[in-house]
């Protein structure tokens, strides 16, 4: 059975990272990701969650605390500044995912912006354990959705095929600009 977008998303990541690992939610927007993902890594593993706006921050905060999760470090940062806060040079990433767009029920003039989501990504893919993934979940119908598509597009099908396995996963015969995965394995 095909498995719709955040389902398959959070399949993939759940059979690629490990118990106690360290991974990023690099979008953190209403926590639903961060708190997934701190399921997933246990109460000994760690979640850097990143969004820039005081309303994701909020929220993810609220839904930790409800979840009585304490293995999440909640950051206001750009995903784009993800390097100062890595630890050493020896450091694995477990895995990370994204979100692109708007925060939904916020403010839909502040998305991600194809730059700073490669830049992440590069970083990522620096720290990032072998076998581990990169989950990005595109949502594009807005403005400025689609040319953060298309660099994003450009950038991930450039990734060489020896160091990486690229895959796309979406709906095609849906209407208005249906949201669609890129997945980032390192080989």
């Known amino acids: 059975m095909l498995q719709g977008i955040l389902h398959y998303a959070h399949y993939l990541l759940e059979g690629s990272i490990d118990k106690n690992e360290t991974v990023i939610d690099a979008t953190c927007g209403n926590g639903n990701d961060t708190l997934f993902l701190s399921n997933v890594v246990g109460k000994n593993g760690h979640v850097?969650?990143?969004?820039?706006?005081?309303?994701?921050?909020?929220?993810?905060?609220?839904?930790?605390?409800?979840?009585n999760r304490t293995n999440v470090s909640v950051i206001q940062d750009s995903h784009a500044n993800l390097q100062a806060y890595i630890p050493t040079n020896e450091f694995l990433i477990g895995g990370a995912v994204f979100n692109l767009g708007y925060l939904p029920k916020?403010?839909?003039?502040?998305?991600?912006?194809g730059q700073s989501t490669i830049n992440a990504i590069n970083t990522i893919?620096?720290?990032?354990?072998?076998?581990?993934?990169?989950?990005?979940?595109?949502y594009h119908g807005h403005e400025g959705g689609e040319e953060e598509k298309q660099i994003v597009l450009k950038h991930v099908m450039k990734l060489n095929q020896r160091k990486y396995h690229v895959l796309r996963y979406g709906f095609i015969n849906q209407r208005n600009n249906p949201p669609f995965i890129i997945a980032i394995q390192k080989r």
């Open 106 to 113: 916020s403010d839909k003039s502040i998305v991600t912006k």
């Open 125 to 138: 893919l620096q720290y990032l354990k072998t076998s581990g993934l990169i989950v990005l979940v595109v």
């Open 48 to 67: 850097l969650a990143f969004d820039i706006q005081d309303d994701a921050i909020i929220a993810t905060k609220q839904k930790l605390e409800e979840n």
